[in-house]
């Protein structure tokens, strides 16, 4: 990618790994596939030929083997950052996540620690073979230790990206893979991180708060499209850090709109949203004047691609549930 | 020196490249002819395999794997076992599948991206397509123990691939045949690669087949292009297992002669040549040569059969397509036997969106 | 135990498995070191002398084994009650459960079930060493297909354990090992399941409303004879089913008292509790008169038992959580 | 009949259970003299460890896993490491970790329930212990593809117990130690025993060793209970390792003479006879007879050494008694290197907490 030519969120990410392994040679990529393949999403791709097989290492087809090594290697200098090739082989690699990676530091009162990061491409609307859709980012928000990032734009994508390599501690990165190729942006290769604990307003607006991560940004984008033609004025939060979340960001925005529509793709009960309207419900309650409502993935798995869509939140489902705050007050 | 112990892994092969046995073959198969029925389905399921790959291209399939040059180790391990046995396929062994009773237009259904694929009507204990690598061969251990603890003359079957045998699920399923002396079979098919990853990246072990070693069970490594060692080999290893022998894992070298999936680019990894050589030992032609040289098979029953083929695929790329898509009410449905109060709201919040959509 | 006299509650555990296993003999245990040795906790104490090593199995020592065996037996016929043998050791199981265990009925339209129970020793206070001591339920409440239920007292041990044996689907069930030998009860051996969908009013209050799970009832119900003493009537409900989750008892009680506190021992930021101040916040909002508390865990690890004691909900921190609630309104 | 390939398991033993040698020792130690140094170091481990039951015993430590017995194996992995490698233990192999600078009131502090006991000051870069079965031999793994990335001539060394060979951590340890050709040492430290489970039932492969094959890594077995063999069948894995041989496998033959833990008893599940049968074949003892015949030590010696221990472990004892608790701060101090906002008032809650509490 010619630098100064809009690129999308996938090689955004690309373009951040290659930044941080030039700027520090403890940077490596682990992975199925990332080799010479370039992943199977092409994240990688170009860096095997550039940072040779010892800075990009393919791995025995084994998750397990993935997070082990990557802990081992975190403990003893490296930087590894490894990726799960998908959502749903994540499964085998929360042992050692959970167990080693958010407790390194934690079990030996800072002696040895673990600075890794997990890349998980996420999330539905692929049409993609079972197991390739799941939004199971709820895996990882209870467990301490841990810092939890989803990107939702190529400039984020690149900038949460160096954080997250640069951070001391643990990232899971999860990346909305239905986005990967949706748009483009200008995104400046000047290794400039952005904070990890951070929502971002991505639109201003004064009746509704609709907060979001990952790929339903853009639906959220465009349902709060669709209010204001009604008159109804939206705020739209990207989360962008689920864990540790920015609540005052998200508190600060219901103080003005006293209504809050929580979007996510993964299962309602107990999904992230549950957080985010708990906290409300400890910290908001008098600023609320409709209840809090939540779009979400239903109580099920993701069907195969031939259902998938009618299981994913949608702009119209938004868009009502943004109607029924109003309605309520 | 003290040793303590001692192992070897042998290599059964009979059918040479060129079509011509170079060595004698087991009883069961001294006359050619035993072999015709299981040519005519490796003949089908290439044949379905292109018709498959057809429809992707078309837009008519979500991604799909292909089985082309695996026709001989599917379609062996498929016949050689049991209809009371249970087989735990990973996600492209169509022909085993074939033989125990899948119908083409299930698998068509499964990669369509619609779950009725998996609702086989025949065989209905066998496990469905597993996309998670490796993770049927525990399954299908478990399958064994119940089968040895009701004391039921029953085997369980697993296969996985070169990349699969690399995969914690299939070192432990091993562990635990040993563990308990389970009727199980451990297929592994070496088809050389494992999506971009060759099979040397997966482990520094000489064979595949001498993983059974760490588990204790009797290992074997078979060409897998050579439909009678792959009978063969299945046929030791299943009747061990029904007799009370214990477990054995079998090693098929065989090739994937097409990308991963539908979805892949082999060429961006994986050299031309290695690609041409391995024709040079598929398990199709050398099986006709020799039926042929043996006045079992020619042109003219390779047309017909073709014919045939093809009319009974179209068949069931008729079925597969003309099925409606499952009601929206289908995600809740399956999913608990009773199903919770808040789910059937949502249910029917999904089928009112719906409505709405449409109405 | 003779019949008739009270028992602890893992002792109503055992019983409800010898019930299980007389009534129905596809039902069987397995685990590591539940064979002779009757399990760590003496769970399934006595049970392979009565029905013999084909019935009570011990395990290699590998958990992932555990489970997959398990998903492959339940969906062949049996009924296995599979034991993790300490929450710690839960991580490696997850891919198979979460794959396989809560999808094989979804994945194949009902052709194959996997009616199978993985018990799960939880939770924290008992001075055990590292990973002994975790509440991990949210790696479960967000996956379809579950069922995860966490008994607390003798009685509710025995009918929930019987049901989950019974159910077609895969449980989780989840045993408050500090209150193992808590104290005992009268549990006869009739073979009486308890609903696997109901949460448990164990106190009837007025002002507030405890809600909790597990080993933390303990403490609820001495938080609510101290808010007592100062004049102040708390309801406690043992959530006792936490997916499917009973909210309509939670609201109803919350619509009497317009006060609530959730407690779990679990980290709050995405704990279970948050789904149940999520439902609040959605569907009980106009009943609140004060915003929900959440006492919890902190969000870090459970520390190694010489600070544990301080790391968990304590009665204090309970009663004034209540008292907060009440103060605010 | 051909076969692809053979392998062979062997095992090492010089200093029989009398104390006389039964095969001629490495010239290593050749020279009785040589050994005087871990003799005294294996009193020394066995010695802390009673001191360790009985602190338990009184109240003043936690659940601690005792490591009697397995002296010889213990002391002889730590001895032939060097302070560059790294060590990744499970949770009983205190005398490998005293041997690298691991301190008993370290020890003490982990079993007595405070995370402080991980902090060891010596060796910085070893792995603490590891509570979830085998998760540290694919540390160990981690470590060592570090250390080739990095061009560095160090070795991983891992260790976990019979059980811990079933985990699929340790075949996933063994196979990417293979495919990688790792400076990796997988040690198995056989002592028959995962808690009540016996060895027999944990795999049906006639020795653990043989795991290695699977990965292609070196095996041996080696007598766990004879500190010649111990250091041999290490100093050969370790500089294979080290000159870019790859990785090994090593079973060490020994036996849990203790209760698995002091929260656990062996008399509901193991038979006294084999326990007593096991005490026979001790590391310790028969080691004091091949030095005391070769004129190294007597009693008074002996009697001295043990003051000497007594007296080193009565202070590491009381270092250990006299740490006073961590603050509460200290759970939310170690978690991030910078603490979010969120933890930050939990922290400061925590902290009123406990003032109220003693205020
Ligand atoms: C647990 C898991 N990780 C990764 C994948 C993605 N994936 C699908 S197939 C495949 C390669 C499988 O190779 P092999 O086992 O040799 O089987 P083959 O495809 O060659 O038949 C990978 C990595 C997966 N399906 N499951
Ligand atoms: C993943 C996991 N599962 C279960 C346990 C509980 N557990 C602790 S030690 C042990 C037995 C270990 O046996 P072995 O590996 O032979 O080591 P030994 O204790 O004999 O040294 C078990 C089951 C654990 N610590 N981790
Ligand atoms: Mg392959
Ligand atoms: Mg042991």
């Known amino acids: ?329 | 020196m003290t040793v303590v112990a001692r192992f070897e892994i042998e290599y059964l092969q009979y059918l040479g490249q060129d079509g011509t046995l170079i060595a004698e073959p087991p009883p069961a198969f001294a006359d050619p002819a035993t072999l015709l029925p299981l040519f005519k389905q490796m003949l089908m399921v290439r044949s379905f395999d292109s018709k498959a790959i057809a429809l992707q291209r078309t837009g008519k399939l979500g991604t799909y794997a292909a089985c082309l040059g695996h026709e001989a180790t599917h379609i062996g391990i498929g016949a050689a076992m049991r209809p009371e046995d249970v087989f735990a396929p990973s996600y492209r062994e169509y022909g085993a599948q074939f033989m125990r009773g899948v119908r083409p237009r299930e698998v068509l259904l499964y990669w369509g991206g619609d779950e009725r694929g998996n609702d086989f009507a025949v065989p209905k204990h066998d496990f469905s397509w597993c996309v998670p690598i490796s993770t049927q061969c525990l399954h299908a251990a478990g399958a064994a123990l119940a089968f040895k603890l009701r004391k039921e003359p029953r085997v369980a079957v697993a296969t996985c691939g070169d990349g699969g045998s690399s995969k914690t699920d299939t070192y432990a399923a091993i562990n635990a045949a040993g563990a308990y002396a389970l009727p199980f079979v451990q297929c592994i098919i070496n088809n050389g690669w494992a999506i971009s990853v060759p099979r040397a990246a997966q482990t520094g072990a000489p064979t595949l087949a001498q993983k059974g070693i760490a588990g204790g069970l009797h290992c074997l490594q078979v060409d897998g292009n050579d439909i009678i060692a792959v009978m063969e080999g299945m046929r030791r290893a299943l009747d061990r297992a029904r007799s009370g022998g214990g477990g054995s894992v079998i090693e098929f070298m065989t090739y994937r002669l097409h990308d991963h999936t539908t979805a892949d680019d082999a060429r961006r990894y994986r050299n031309e040549d290695e690609v041409k050589a391995a024709w040079a030992r598929e398990p199709i032609s050398r099986l006709r040569t020799y039926l042929a040289s043996a006045g079992l098979w020619d042109e003219a029953q390779e047309s017909a059969w073709a014919d045939e083929c093809a009319r009974m695929i179209d068949i069931e790329i008729n079925a597969y397509l003309e099925m409606p898509v499952q009601p929206v009410s289908a995600m809740f449905d399956f999913l608990y036997a009773e199903m919770p109060p808040d789910l059937q709201l949502q249910r029917a919040e999904a089928i009112a969106a719906e409505g709405r959509k449409h109405g």
């Open chain 1, 1 to 329: 990618m010619a630098d100064g030519a809009p690129i999308t969120l996938i090689e955004a990410i690309t373009q951040a790994l290659a930044y941080a392994m030039r700027a520090d040679e403890r940077v490596l990529v682990l992975g199925e596939d990332v080799g010479v393949n370039g992943g199977v999403f092409r994240a990688t791709a170009g860096l095997q030929q550039i940072f040779g097989p010892e800075r990009v290492l393919d791995t025995p087809l084994d998750e397990t083997t993935i997070a082990g090594l990557t802990v081992g290697m975190a403990a003893q200098g490296m930087r590894p950052v490894a990726e799960a090739q998908f959502d749903g082989f994540v499964y085998p690699m929360i042992d050692h996540i959970v167990c080693h990676a958010a407790r390194f530091r934690y079990r030996t009162r800072g002696r040895l620690t673990c600075p890794m990061v997990l890349r998980v491409p996420w999330g539905g609307g692929i049409r993609a073979p079972e197991h390739h859709s799941e939004a199971n980012e709820a895996m990882f928000t209870n467990v301490p230790g841990l810092r939890v990032v989803m990107p939702s734009s190529p400039q984020r994508a690149y900038g949460l990206l160096l954080a997250a390599i640069r951070d001391e501690d643990p990232v899971i990165y999860m990346e909305p893979k239905r986005i990967y190729r949706q748009y483009k942006e200008l995104v400046p290769d000047d290794g400039e991180a952005l904070p990890l604990d951070v929502c971002y307003v991505l639109r201003d607006g004064s009746d509704v708060t609709l907060v979001t991560w990952g790929a339903q940004v853009k639906e959220c984008l465009e349902a709060a499209d669709a209010l204001a033609k009604d008159g109804i004025s939206a705020e739209v939060i990207d989360v962008a850090t689920l864990k540790p979340l920015d609540f005052p960001t998200i508190a600060e925005s219901v103080c003005k709109t006293g209504r809050c529509v929580i979007v996510h793709e993964a299962p309602k009960t107990a999904g992230f949203g549950a957080e985010i309207a708990a906290r409300l419900a400890e910290e908001s309650m008098y600023d609320l004047v409709a209840p809090v409502e939540r779009v979400t993935g239903y109580d099920t798995h993701i069907p195969l691609f031939r259902l998938e869509m009618k299981y994913l939140p949608s702009v119209e489902k938004i868009v009502a549930a943004a109607k029924r705050t109003l309605a309520a007050s």
